[in-house]
C-alpha cells in the first residue's frame, strides 16, 4: 500500500509542472483586465481539486467585477472524525518586465535550486502545497480527516467579500481545525510558527488654535501655534525608554512568562540579522528591556504615521496656522481593547492640552483586537510537528507585529486555527524576480500532509 508521502514523491515531477501550470494563468485580482484570467484560474483548480478526489469542487462567484473562491469538500472520513477547514488565495500581484523582473514573469523559470516567478512563493506555493498534500492522501486511502478547502481570488486586492461569505455561510464552513496557509518562515532551513499577530486602532489628532491662519508679524508670540502645541502634546506620549506614557495603556497588556521569552530569544536572533538588513537605521530604538522580536511581537506600540499643518509649498510664507493634524496608530497586543485604547488616549490628551488650543481624537476605523492562537493548543502542536517530519527542523514559534485580517474571521468557524507559512523572507513576494528554492513546494506538500494526519490521529 502506498503511503501519502510515497505518492507525493512518486508524482513530484507532476506536481511541479502543474505547479508551472497554475503559475503561467497571471490570476491578477487588481487589473481589471486580467478578471479572465482570474476566472481562469478558479476553473483549473476546481478541475485540479476533482481530479485529486474532491466531493465537491465548487466556484463561487462574488458580485459583479470580483473574483471567485473556490470551494472543494470529501467528506470521506466520517462524522466521527475532525473537519479541517484549509485556506489559500491564488489571485497574484501585477508584474511586469519593466519592475526589474531578469525573467518573463509568468514564464516559470528554474535556475539551479530556484524557480523565478510572480505567484511562486505568494502564494501559488501554498494553494499547490495544500492541494497536493489532499490529493496524496485522497490517492492513496482516504483522509483522516473531513477536507474544506477554500481558495480566495482577491486576497491581493483588498479581500472585499470573504469576510461577508464567512459570516453569511459559517455552517458550510465549520470546522474542528482551520490552517491558514500563506506567508513566510525564518529562513528557508529554519521553519518558524507564528503564534499572535497584533490588533490596530488608527485614529487623528487634530489641534487647532485662532479662528483662521494669521499674520506671524502680527499675532506671533501671542498665540500658540497648533503645529507647536501639536509637537509639544505628542512629543508627551513616549518616555525616553520609548515606553508609551498614556495611563493605562500596559493594563490589560499580558506579560509573557520566562519560557515564552525563552522561546521569543531565538527567533530574535532572525529578527535581529533582518532588522540589520531591511531597516538598516543607525540604531534600533524602543524599550531596552525588550528584544527586538518581543519589541514588534510582543508589546504594543503608539506610532505616528503622519503630520500636516501650515505652510509646506517651495519658498515661505509667514503664516501662524490655524490647525495641525497627525495620524496615529496603535499596535495592540493580547487583551487589549482597541475602543478601551482610543478611550485611555483620548483622556490622556484631554489632560495635556494646553488651554490655549484646542484638540480633537477621532477614531478611523472599528480597529481589531490582537489574534492570539497560543503555542500549546491542538492544531498548534500538530503543525510543529509536520514542520518537524515534513520540513525537517523543529519550528521556532515567533510572534507577528502584523495582522492577518482573514484570522479573526476563521476563529468564528473553527475552534483552533494555525498559520502555515512556507515562503521565506528573502523570497520577493510583492517585488520584481520572486522565487522559492524548490524544494520548498516538496517539503511544503510533506508538511501538510503530516499536519492532516497529526490532527487527525488526535
Ligand atoms: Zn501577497
Wanted: aromatic fraction near 8%.
Amino acid at each position: 500500500m502506498t503511503t501519502p508521502h510515497e505518492y507525493a514523491q512518486a508524482n513530484a515531477e507532476r506536481f511541479r509542472e502543474q505547479y508551472k501550470e497554475l503559475i503561467r494563468i497571471p490570476s491578477i485580482s487588481t487589473l481589471p483586465d486580467h478578471a479572465p484570467d482570474v476566472q481562469r484560474a478558479a476553473e483549473w483548480l476546481a478541475e485540479h481539486m476533482r481530479q485529486a478526489g474532491f466531493e465537491t469542487a465548487e466556484i463561487i462567484k462574488m458580485p459583479e467585477g470580483r473574483h471567485p473562491l473556490v470551494l472543494g469538500q470529501w467528506n470521506g472520513a466520517g462524522p466521527d472524525a475532525p473537519t479541517v477547514l484549509l485556506y489559500c488565495h491564488y489571485d497574484v500581484q501585477p508584474a511586469v518586465v519593466e519592475d526589474g523582473w531578469v525573467t518573463p514573469p509568468f514564464e516559470p523559470t528554474e535556475k539551479g535550486e530556484r524557480l523565478y516567478a510572480r505567484g511562486a512563493v505568494d502564494s501559488k506555493l501554498h494553494v499547490m502545497s495544500q492541494l497536493k498534500a489532499c490529493e496524496s492522501l485522497l490517492q492513496t486511502g482516504g483522509s483522516p480527516v473531513n477536507l474544506k478547502l477554500i481558495l480566495e481570488g482577491e486576497e491581493e486586492s483588498g479581500s472585499e467579500n470573504i469576510n461577508a461569505f464567512v459570516d453569511a455561510h459559517g455552517d458550510r464552513l465549520r470546522a474542528d481545525y482551520c490552517a491558514i496557509s500563506d506567508g513566510t518562515i525564518l529562513d528557508p532551513a529554519q521553519p518558524s510558527l507564528v503564534y499572535a499577530l497584533r490588533g490596530i486602532i488608527a485614529m487623528e489628532l487634530h489641534v487647532s488654535g485662532p479662528a483662521q491662519d494669521l499674520h506671524s508679524g502680527h499675532y506671533g508670540g501671542s498665540v500658540h501655534n497648533p503645529i507647536q502645541a501639536l509637537a509639544e502634546i505628542i512629543a508627551q506620549l513616549h518616555d525616553a525608554n520609548g515606553t508609551v506614557t498614556v495611563p493605562g495603556f500596559y493594563d490589560a497588556v499580558i506579560a509573557a512568562d520566562a519560557d515564552e521569552r525563552a522561546q521569543l530569544a531565538k527567533a530574535n536572533e532572525w529578527t535581529e540579522r533582518e532588522w540589520q538588513r531591511v531597516a538598516h537605521a543607525p540604531q534600533p530604538w524602543g524599550e531596552a528591556e525588550y528584544n527586538i522580536h518581543e519589541r514588534v511581537g510582543l508589546r504594543p506600540t503608539l506610532e505616528l504615521n503622519g503630520i500636516t499643518g501650515g505652510f509646506t509649498g517651495p519658498g515661505f510664507k509667514t503664516v501662524l496656522p490655524q490647525k495641525a493634524m497627525a495620524k496615529i496608530s496603535c499596535r495592540l497586543v493580547a487583551d487589549q481593547d482597541p475602543d478601551e485604547i482610543f478611550d485611555l488616549i483620548q483622556t490622556y490628551l484631554a489632560q495635556i492640552t494646553p488651554p490655549t488650543v484646542r484638540s480633537e481624537l477621532i477614531k478611523m476605523e472599528p480597529g481589531a483586537k490582537a489574534a492570539v492562537l497560543g503555542h500549546t493548543s491542538r492544531a498548534m502542536q500538530a503543525a510543529a510537528r509536520a514542520y518537524e517530519q515534513g520540513w525537517g527542523a523543529r519550528p521556532i514559534f515567533e510572534r507577528a507585529g502584523g495582522s492577518i485580517p482573514i484570522t479573526y474571521t476563521f476563529q468564528k468557524v473553527a475552534d483552533e486555527v494555525v498559520i502555515m507559512g512556507f515562503g521565506y523572507k528573502s523570497g520577493q513576494a510583492h517585488g520584481p524576480n520572486e522565487n522559492i528554492y524548490l524544494h520548498s513546494l516538496h517539503r511544503g506538500i510533506d508538511t501538510a500532509i503530516y499536519f492532516l494526519q497529526e490532527v487527525g490521529a488526535q
